[in-house]
């Protein structure tokens, strides 16, 4: 009985916080979709880039996706020996972590990243024997958030359990979908989805919009035909902002850096320059 006692008492040692609070109240957002290739890594690296650099807003973006394509597309601005702890660590931890012990200052301006974390693949069936399962992300980000203006979180093309996290988490979710049948159908999965936990978790989750993404102005009736049905399903959801298929969004990857910075004068940069203003206008009215 002794030695129980005694490792509890050395367990809420450990459990004690290891970061002050800081001043501010990060708003949190999900990107997420059912579908992967609809640009879902390549809008939350561009979002969050835009957001720390043009706006002066403290950001950290979390990588939730075992494929780690934020570290890949943000490579060139990487520090060569990162020092951290891998956020499946911290969400499968015994220990109260938070996901500051993860986060890697980035040379862009304001912007923090988790690194790409190949254990989260694992971590995906693991987490459903936590307690609590569905809350682990958020309370990892109790007091990081007060550290930032706000978090972004690239979640897993899938409903799993660490989608479910971020949902959680979040106070908002961003969907982007492409113009194809097969991605309209995630990005409807998903809304039902954001409906689902709300009603059974009872968390408040809004959707911020549904950003069509990969567009390409060559198909113009076909494309025409699916917004049409897009526009009648889910009419005020949608953002104005659309973002084009553009070969240097492609080439700003490759060289691991975001659209604004390798070429911030393309029409890539001015769709996300411009989605980056319809988002704050929304969350301020």
Not at 24 to 31: G, K, N
Not at 129 to 146: F, N, S, V
Request: with cysteine; proline share 4%.
């Amino acid at each position: 009985m002794r030695n129980l006692i005694s490792n509890g008492l050395k367990r809420l040692v450990r459990n004690e916080p290891r970061y002050a609070r800081g001043d501010r109240h990060a708003h949190i957002i999900s990107i997420a979709t059912v579908k992967g290739g609809v640009g879902k890594t390549t809008s939350a690296v561009n979002i969050a880039s835009a957001l720390a650099a043009r706006h002066d807003r403290k950001v950290l973006l979390v990588d939730l996706d075992a494929q780690g394509h934020c570290s890949t597309s943000l490579s060139g601005a990487l520090p060569s020996r990162p020092v951290h702890t891998p956020i499946s660590q911290i969400l499968l931890g015994d220990d109260a972590r938070q996901v500051l012990d993860a986060r890697v200052s980035t040379k862009i301006e304001n912007l923090d990243i988790t690194l790409a974390d190949p254990g989260l693949a694992e971590a995906e069936g693991r987490i459903s024997q936590k307690i609590g399962k569905e809350m682990l992300l958020r309370d990892a980000l109790a007091i990081t958030r007060t550290h930032y203006d706000y978090v972004l979180i690239d979640c897993p093309p899938n409903k799993g359990n660490l989608t479910l996290n971020a949902l959680l988490a979040s106070q908002q979710v961003l969907i982007p979908t492409d113009l194809s049948p097969l991605a309209v159908q995630g990005a409807d999965e998903l809304i039902d989805t954001v409906l689902t936990v709300n009603q059974r978790l009872g968390h408040e989750l809004d959707v911020l919009g549904i950003l069509l993404t990969r567009v390409d102005g060559r198909n113009v009736s076909m494309n025409q035909a699916i917004r049409d049905q897009i526009e009648e399903a889910w009419g005020d959801l949608l953002f104005k902002t659309e973002i084009g298929v553009n070969t240097q969004i492609c080439q700003a990857q490759q060289a691991g850096e975001p659209i604004h910075t390798f070429a911030p004068k393309s029409r890539g940069a001015e769709h996300y320059d411009a989605l980056v203003d319809e988002i704050l206008a929304a969350l301020t009215q």
